[in-house]
């Protein structure tokens, strides 16, 4: 299994996504590549169908149920949790994201 989190430099929410994405994993006792992708300008963010800084995918899939016919973007990502904006995907996302790939 692959999880990918793709940002840009200067993100501030970067970090925690790695620290959330590593916590669950341990957590859930998940083996699983982790890789950092910098996205360094809108072409790029094209190419890589980035949808914000910071992004999570597992085996190529954004984590975040719905985003999949999306636009890339080249900028700051947010989510929308219960009402409330955050910079960082809940880890409830990346759980049954990574069972859904488990049982491929």
């Known amino acids: 299994m ?15 996504a790695l620290e959330m994405v590593r916590r669950v994993l341990d957590r859930e006792k998940i083996q699983a590549e982790v ?26 899939v954004d984590i975040e149920p719905g985003r999949e016919e999306d636009s890339p973007f080249f900028g700051c990502r947010t989510y929308t949790v219960d009402g409330k904006t955050v910079g960082v995907p809940p880890e409830k996302w990346l759980v049954d994201a990574l069972r859904r790939g488990i049982r491929r």
């Open 35 to 60: 890789r950092l992708i910098e996205v360094t300008n809108e072409k790029a963010a094209e190419s890589a169908r980035f949808l914000g800084s910071p992004s999570v995918r597992v085996n190529g």
């Open 2 to 16: 692959k999880v990918e989190i793709l940002y840009f430099e200067g993100c501030p929410n970067h970090a925690p």
